[in-house]
């Protein structure tokens, strides 16, 4: 039996997926965007960030999916 047999669990469970990736991108970009600010480097770190945030999130969905597998 697999844990996401109730079609509500799954709709939740893929609802966290989307807002956990996306959390972590936009965090990625508004830090990205404050040391801009601070740094004057217009718009360097904030791709940086948007990269960084972008692997987290794959890495932080990574390790939810493999925990219900």
């Known amino acids: 039996m697999s844990k996401l047999d109730n079609p509500w669990q799954a709709i939740i469970f893929v609802s966290f997926i989307g807002i956990d ?3 972590c991108v936009m965090a990625g970009v508004w ?6 600010r601070q740094f004057a480097t217009s718009p360097v770190c904030m ?3 948007l990269f960084l945030g972008l692997g987290i999130g794959i890495y932080s969905v990574y390790r939810l ?3 219900y597998l």
Do not use: K, M
């Open 65 to 67: 999916i493999r925990s």
């Open 47 to 49: 791709i940086i960030g």
């Open 21 to 23: 990736l996306a959390i």
């Open 31 to 36: 830090l990205g965007q404050y040391l801009d």
